[in-house]
């Protein structure tokens, strides 16, 4: 029995039934007090649909940080769909960065395999939902199966998503320790050392391992849904209202497509970052519809 496994056997002990599990239920997915998902079932008995929650925080992650999924978590179980929002160790968490970070992204996704044994889930429609870094965080489990297994990233998938939802999001490491017009760096301090364990020009093999835009085609239908503050329409100019001025930010898009993957884009003239996850707001709305769609739901 692997630890994962262990733990979700001890919380559906300690009285999480299925039942109980119509509200956000809290579920460990291992032994470190960040590393657990809450998850939301529809009415009904399923199997149903799930959608993993990816929260943001500039790579980095606190106790709070998984909030902001809450409501969205309650409105797609309003439409048969399952959540698992999953809240994991950051850069900066003790135990974080590298390799830790990572492996809670890959072990709190890859729970949903044992979760299914005694919920009514259907894995065979579990897609990933990401905004602004859990964005990227979601990007690279579309593409860790085609990472080197000597890799000290690398985990075993129990599963892979069949689709990703990346909401106002950069995929590209190099914006993350980025400066912007200010002078100051993106996330406010240094973070790339810490998520790949070495100074880029010294390991270029973590960097890439981190990198999605290095693993396409990913292979899964992919929406994604960004504001002109972030989106680089035209080139150069400062990006995400300052925070980066980074001139040479590859077209994530055009590059998916190019390699064979699906990918549709929703682009939402001056949202705010922040709104993404804000309940009703424009971004908002757009992460649900995009959800809905990939679910074949749309309409309903």
């Known amino acids: 029995?692997?630890?994962?496994?262990?733990?979700?056997?001890?919380?559906l002990l300690s009285?999480?039934?299925?039942?109980?599990?119509?509200?956000?239920?809290?579920?460990p997915y291992g032994p470190d007090p960040m590393q657990y998902g809450e998850l939301t079932l529809p009415e009904g008995e399923g199997p149903f649909p799930v959608v993993t929650f990816l929260h943001a925080g500039c790579w980095?992650?606190?106790?709070?940080?998984?909030?902001?999924?809450?409501?969205?978590?309650?409105?797609?179980a309003a439409q048969g769909i399952a959540a698992w929002n999953v809240q994991y160790r950051g850069a900066?968490?003790?135990?974080?960065?590298?390799?830790?970070?990572?492996?809670?992204?890959?072990?709190?996704?890859?729970?949903?395999?044992?979760?299914a044994e005694d919920y009514p889930l259907?894995?065979?429609?579990?897609?990933v939902v990401g905004h602004s870094s859990g964005g990227h965080f979601g990007a690279w489990l579309a593409t860790r199966s085609q990472l080197p297994k000597d890799s000290e990233i690398y985990v075993e998938p129990a599963l892979n998503p069949m689709a990703l939802v990346m909401a106002d999001a950069y995929i590209n490491p190099?914006?993350?320790?980025?400066?912007?017009t200010s002078g100051e760096i993106y996330c406010g301090e240094p973070l790339l050392e810490k998520l790949t364990g070495a100074p880029v020009d010294e390991n270029g093999a973590n960097f890439k391992a981190i990198s999605p835009l290095e693993w396409l085609p990913w292979g899964i239908p992919?929406?994604?849904?960004?504001?002109?503050?972030?989106?680089?329409?035209?080139?150069?100019?400062?990006?995400?209202q300052g925070k980066t001025a980074l001139q040479t930010l590859p077209d994530y898009p055009a590059l998916a497509i190019i390699a064979g993957d699906e990918v549709n884009v929703r682009i939402i003239a001056n949202e705010d970052h922040g709104a993404f996850v804000r309940e009703g707001s424009r971004g908002y709305?757009?992460?649900?519809?995009?959800?809905?769609?990939?679910?074949?739901?749309a309409g309903e």
């Open 15 to 27: 009285g999480f039934s299925a039942s109980s599990a119509l509200a956000q239920t809290r579920i």
């Open 92 to 115: 900066t968490s003790d135990g974080g960065g590298w390799p830790g970070t990572w492996h809670d992204i890959a072990n709190g996704f890859d729970a949903l395999a044992d979760l």
């Open 222 to 240: 992919q929406e994604y849904i960004v504001s002109t503050y972030r989106y680089p329409l035209s080139m150069p100019r400062e990006l995400a």
């Open 122 to 127: 259907d894995l065979e429609q579990a897609i």
């Open 285 to 297: 709305q757009a992460t649900i519809s995009a959800v809905l769609r990939l679910l074949g739901k």
């Open 174 to 180: 190099m914006v993350i320790d980025s400066i912007g």
């Open 1 to 11: 029995m692997t630890t994962r496994t262990l733990l979700l056997s001890i919380a």
């Open 60 to 76: 980095m992650s606190t106790e709070g940080m998984i909030n902001s999924y809450r409501a969205m978590a309650k409105a797609v």
